[in-house]
């Protein structure tokens, strides 16, 4: 079963930027697409933004335009690079497939963005 591995969160202030890492265990390019997603307090996980194993991307609406996902396959490796942060990004950061199958789901990364 592959595992993701989720580094890169920290404490930013508005309208810096943070680069989040997702290891997996297994070539990415087998996997197939990737994703990362967010869950913040009293709120449900919710989908960020994928990659296919071809570097096709999605986003949701909240962070197109801010956050760029890209993937390396050499390194077996999925970025997020999100700029613009805001108040709103704060949340713990989880990579998984797309559609997510793995469980369970990795210790995550938190992003604490202050005002």
């Known amino acids: 079963q592959v595992q993701f591995v989720e580094s890169g969160g920290g404490l930013v202030q508005a309208g810096g930027s943070l680069r989040l890492s997702c290891v997996a265990s297994e070539r990415t390019f087998n996997i197939g697409a990737i994703g990362w997603y967010r869950q913040a307090p009293g709120k449900q996980r919710e989908f960020v933004a994928r990659v296919s194993p071809g570097g096709s991307t999605g986003y949701t609406d909240s962070v197109r335009g801010r956050f760029t996902i890209s993937r390396d396959n050499a390194r077996n490796t999925v970025y997020l690079q999100m700029n613009s942060l805001k108040f709103d990004d704060t949340a713990v950061y989880y990579c998984?497939?797309?559609?997510?199958?793995?469980?369970?789901w990795g210790q995550g990364t938190q992003v604490t963005v202050s005002s």
């Open positions: 998984n497939t797309h559609p997510p199958i793995i469980i369970p």
